[in-house]
């Protein structure tokens, strides 16, 4: 699929970080910070919508200065979204009580490991080697053992992660889908990664809540990602493109698909072509 935009009307842009907007090296690369500086110095809004934390994710929306002026941020795969000035959280979905503790059970019984979240630290049911690449790769100050998440864990979370092999998480996923049908969103972020959300998060109705309190239709909104998380939001934005690096599923909903990976400016390939067309 070529790149091929119709930009007369594009009022907002919606874009994933891991493996769309950040390289392999967690960095946003000069090339797309420019690309995003110059679309809101045109007065197009960048959102930026990712799997990680508020807290994870502000170091990135720093670094684009969009802390500057009012705008949104969604977090937590669409479990939150907040303004950035001033800011504060406008929507947070969490998974209740009951649920909660099912799912627990559920990959107890499947001898898999539950990750959830505060700000700074990650807590996990059983030891496993992929907790510590989650705490790399979001900043984290460390990962915390805490076997009792039913009883000691004083919150309800966002989301759960499940951390795991990435030829068995796909099995578990369909598992978890039949198992917890219409009571949860479940899909795979990375391949190590199984999420769980509640069945209203989702980063699609969170550009939609974000596109509606802006008076943006969907038909003028332009979304980018590269993940099975990213879906939603290709699927409700009018403009959708997928990175070269994308998943086959993501490729097959986008209009479009990049030239360059996230490793080589994607992101700035296709806000550079919007840039022109307008």
Not at 51 to 80: E, K, Y
Not at 87 to 101: A, E, G, M, P
Not at 111 to 128: A, F, R, S
């Amino acid at each position: 699929m070529s790149l091929c935009y119709d930009v007369a009307m594009i009022q907002l842009i919606a874009l994933d970080l891991d493996d769309t907007l950040l390289t392999s090296h967690l960095e946003i690369s000069p090339r797309n910070q420019q690309a995003i500086a110059e679309a809101r110095r045109r007065g197009i809004p960048v959102v930026l919508a990712s799997g990680r934390t508020p807290q994870a994710m502000a170091r990135f929306a720093q670094w684009l200065n969009l802390f500057d002026r009012p705008g949104h941020l969604i977090s937590d795969n669409g479990s939150t979204i907040a303004t950035t000035q001033p800011q504060q959280t406008l929507v947070s979905h969490r998974l209740n009580r009951k649920l909660f503790h099912e799912l627990l059970a559920f990959f107890r019984e499947a001898d898999l490991p539950v990750q959830v979240y505060t700000e700074t630290h990650i807590l996990v049911t059983k030891e496993n080697p992929v907790t510590e690449i989650d705490v790399g790769l979001g900043g984290f100050t460390g990962w915390t053992l805490v076997t009792d998440m039913e009883t000691s864990l004083d919150f309800l979370p966002s989301k759960l992660v499940v951390p795991g092999d990435s030829a068995r998480l796909p099995v578990v996923l369909a598992q978890v889908r039949t198992r917890f049908a219409g009571r949860v969103n479940a899909f795979i972020s990375k391949p190590i990664f199984l999420e769980i959300l509640p069945p209203q998060a989702d980063k699609g109705e969170a550009l939609k809540w974000v596109a509606t309190s802006l008076g943006i239709p969907a038909a003028d909104i332009l979304a980018i990602g590269d993940a099975a998380n990213d879906l939603g939001m290709l699927r409700y934005a009018g403009h959708s493109v997928a990175m070269a690096n994308a998943i086959a599923e993501v490729k097959a909903v986008a209009k479009s698909v990049t030239v360059a990976d996230h490793d080589h400016d994607g992101v700035a390939e296709v806000i550079e072509s919007v840039l022109k067309g307008l």
